[in-house]
């Protein structure tokens, strides 16, 4: 599964571009493609990818009821506008909303609820990887979806080390065999897809996509550009 992450990227005329041009990239029937735009475009690209086997996901969302919540959008409504995926707990909100796994409990289950998918972001700082505390940091935030109760059967994590989002320097094939193994521990589940994310790029994939235990990526930049997004499907298929 390879899923393109805009972040607060693309205007209108630039996302509907973008998704048209995704359309026309190779080999949708045989890895799963998905892309997140900014909310306000979900709605006409889920008409332009209607016929296609491409997903369309939010980027976050909340899991409360409808109600009085200025300037938010809820799962329901996510799903309504044709969405089947939210990605959730991505470094930039922990780090700018203060959202932690446990607070995002509820729109987990929120997302479970409506039968899109929940991609749950893990991930440390460079600091704590430099202070040696990488794997009780992820643990440390895959743990409340285990002690939730929750069914996790439908759950995608992505492993993005905050040090390697953005930089263009995606993690050694190393760190990223080691980590994903100690999140399949954490989980304990063989069915669920583990992403890696974090500067994934055409130069990047292969190292990465041949690392142990990686289902994936999620892809921040080098969505934006369909030439970049369509060779990390293509190292994908020759993995
Ligand atoms: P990047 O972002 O590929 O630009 O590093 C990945 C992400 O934040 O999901």
């Given at each position: 599964m390879i899923i393109g992450n805009w972040k607060m990227n693309t205007l209108r005329a630039d996302a509907l571009a973008l998704a048209n041009a995704v359309m026309e990239m190779e080999y949708l029937d045989s890895t799963r493609v998905g892309i997140c735009p900014p909310a306000l475009w979900i709605d006409p690209i889920t008409r332009i990818v209607k016929d296609s086997s491409i997903l369309v996901g939010a980027q976050d969302c909340l899991g409360d009821r409808a109600g009085a919540h200025t300037?938010?959008?809820?799962?329901?409504?996510?799903?309504?506008?044709?969405?089947?995926?939210?990605?959730?707990?991505?470094?930039?909100?922990?780090?700018?909303?203060?959202?932690?796994?446990?607070?995002?409990?509820?729109?987990?289950?929120?997302?479970?609820?409506?039968?899109?998918?929940?991609?749950?972001?893990?991930?440390?700082?460079?600091?704590?990887?430099?202070?040696?505390?990488?794997?009780?940091?992820?643990?440390?935030?895959?743990?409340?979806?285990?002690?939730?109760?929750?069914?996790?059967?439908?759950?995608?994590?992505?492993?993005?080390?905050?040090?390697?989002?953005?930089?263009?320097?995606?993690?050694?094939?190393?760190?990223?065999?080691?980590?994903?193994?100690?999140?399949?521990?954490?989980?304990?589940?063989?069915?669920?897809?583990?992403?890696?994310?974090?500067?994934?790029?055409?130069e990047s994939a292969d190292d990465v996509f041949n690392a142990e235990g990686v289902s994936g990526a999620l892809v921040g930049g080098a969505s934006l550009n369909v030439s970049k997004f369509a060779a990390i499907v293509a190292a994908w298929e020759r993995k």
């Amino acid at each position: 599964m390879i899923i393109g992450n805009w972040k607060m990227n693309t205007l209108r005329a630039d996302a509907l571009a973008l998704a048209n041009a995704v359309m026309e990239m190779e080999y949708l029937d045989s890895t799963r493609v998905g892309i997140c735009p900014p909310a306000l475009w979900i709605d006409p690209i889920t008409r332009i990818v209607k016929d296609s086997s491409i997903l369309v996901g939010a980027q976050d969302c909340l899991g409360d009821r409808a109600g009085a919540h200025t300037g938010c959008i809820n799962a329901a409504m996510v799903c309504d506008a044709g969405c089947s995926m939210v990605i959730l707990g991505h470094s930039e909100r922990r780090a700018r909303f203060g959202e932690t796994s446990e607070k995002l409990l509820n729109t987990v289950a929120a997302v479970l609820e409506t039968g899109m998918f929940p991609l749950v972001c893990v991930g440390e700082t460079k600091k704590q990887r430099e202070s040696g505390k990488a794997f009780d940091v992820v643990a440390g935030q895959l743990r409340p979806l285990l002690t939730s109760g929750l069914d996790l059967g439908g759950i995608v994590i992505a492993y993005e080390p905050v040090w390697a989002i953005g930089t263009g320097l995606s993690a050694s094939r190393k760190d990223i065999e080691e980590m994903h193994a100690t999140v399949r521990e954490v989980i304990n589940r063989n069915d669920t897809l583990v992403l890696y994310g974090g500067s994934v790029s055409p130069e990047s994939a292969d190292d990465v996509f041949n690392a142990e235990g990686v289902s994936g990526a999620l892809v921040g930049g080098a969505s934006l550009n369909v030439s970049k997004f369509a060779a990390i499907v293509a190292a994908w298929e020759r993995k």
